[in-house]
């Protein structure tokens, strides 16, 4: 018989850092669903879209490492995740800029404060459940963080042509202030030894090799995982000569709601499903699966269905992705090496999606929008064929 359905792992804590999921991600997409809308009103497009979310990755790649290391060293998570938290929340601050650099700048800033605390929220997780409950508890995770993301964007499309698009980004500031609010008072730190004598570099040495060959695939597949802003700005762009700018945004926002739908649903019961089976061939496949959608976007659909299917599989692809890359990641990572694990992972992810975002956005502003969305499927494809040469027995 399965015994994983008798573990106990809906904790305090995992209900916690659910809920933390929850209210950041709906701060954080109600202003990422208005945001291709707002830098059209500064004359951005593609490029300087990609740009700001390239270089918001890199600047949340700044402290994963060293605070993931540093947070293994002191032995203590949670007072890196409040102050992780209380950065993030200045995103609301959009709502006073006047040139499309100061986004840039507020959005790298906010990053900084997620990349420091993700990976620690990971670590925290991994801890506060036993290793057969791993998939669970990064699905269930995955689900509430996609929940905020379902909200976030409906708040924004609610307001859209209600009320001005900068005053949008001020309802941001009450998620983020609850956000603060949990991580203060609700989570607790998992007891742990300080370990002084730990050095960031014998650490990154002592990770195991298996461990180094699956961020190497993670990379790989980074490199093509472009930001879905610009899914946003694709859906607007075909839109817009049938319906007009303003219907075609209320549209797109709308497809990027019906994506986080699909991303909240799949999110348990991939990592269930990945309790239960093999987690490195599920993983590959939602790797495999994004390469499709965007060959499938080269088609150019401009009608509604099409779009809404093509917005679902990327929503499903994201819920099996995000699930199982950080429960194969625990799987992989002895429990006192999870703090640094889980930076070098983010920190893969986040160099890759700076080079994908950017360069996706150059290729379709100076060579062609099929250019950039076909860059992107060669690059899953690929990772998705790294995954899979792994040895089976390294990665279950």
């Given at each position: 018989?399965?015994?994983t ?15 933390l ?10 202003t ?5 809308l ?8 593609a ?8 270089v ?5 790649s ?38 499309w ?10 990053w900084?404060?997620?990349g ?35 909200l ?30 949990i ?16 050095r ?8 195991p090799?298996?461990?180094w060959?699956?961020v ?11 930001a ?35 991303y ?5 019961p ?16 939602g ?18 269905p099409?779009?809404?299917l093509l ?19 625990a ?15 983010a ?6 999606d ?22 992107g ?7 998705a064929?790294?995954?899979?040469l ?7």
């Amino acid at each position: 018989m399965n015994t994983t359905t008798h573990v106990r792992w809906l904790t305090r804590n995992v209900v916690a850092i659910g809920l933390l999921s929850l209210f950041s991600d709906m701060g954080h997409e109600l202003t990422t669903a208005v945001l291709p809308l707002f830098l059209a009103t500064f004359g951005g497009g593609a490029a300087a879209l990609g740009v700001i979310e390239g270089v918001s990755d890199a600047a949340s790649s700044l402290l994963k490492l060293w605070m993931s290391y540093y947070s293994d060293r002191v032995g203590k998570r949670k007072p890196i995740l409040v102050a992780g938290y209380l950065v993030t929340a200045m995103m609301g601050t959009f709502a006073f800029v006047t040139a499309w650099w100061q986004l840039l700048a507020i959005r790298a800033i906010a990053w900084i404060g997620r990349g420091a605390r993700g990976p620690l929220r990971d670590a925290l997780l991994s801890e506060s459940v036993p290793p057969e409950a791993h998939g669970r508890a990064f699905g269930f995770e995955g689900a509430m963080d996609t929940l905020g993301a379902i909200l976030g964007p409906a708040i924004a499309l609610s307001l859209v042509g209600v009320i001005a698009l900068r005053h949008i980004f001020l309802v941001a500031f009450i998620p983020g202030a609850i956000t603060v609010f949990i991580a203060w008072f609700v989570i607790q730190d998992t007891p742990r030894k300080p370990r002084e004598h730990l050095r960031l570099l014998a650490s990154l040495r002592d990770l195991p090799p298996m461990f180094w060959r699956f961020v190497g695939a993670v990379g790989v597949f980074g490199l093509g995982n472009f930001a879905h802003t610009l899914l946003i700005l694709r859906a607007v762009s075909l839109l817009t000569p049938h319906y007009g700018s303003v219907l075609a945004g209320r549209y797109g926002i709308a497809l990027y709601i019906l994506h986080n739908v699909l991303y909240a649903a799949v999110s348990y019961p991939a990592g269930a499903l990945g309790d239960r089976l093999n987690k490195k061939t599920l993983l590959a496949a939602g790797y495999a699966l994004f390469g499709v959608m965007c060959l499938l976007f080269l088609t150019n659909p401009t009608n509604i269905p099409m779009l809404a299917l093509l917005f679902i599989l990327a929503g499903v692809y994201v819920g099996i992705v995000d699930a199982m890359e950080r429960a194969l990641a625990a799987d992989l990572l002895p429990i006192e090496q999870r703090g640094v694990g889980y930076g070098v992972l983010a920190t893969a992810n986040s160099f890759g999606d700076l080079l994908s975002s950017i360069i996706v956005g150059l290729l379709w502003a100076h060579v062609s929008f099929a250019a950039g969305f076909g860059y992107g499927a060669a690059l899953a494809l690929a990772g998705a064929f790294f995954l899979l040469l792994i040895p089976t027995r390294d990665l279950r």
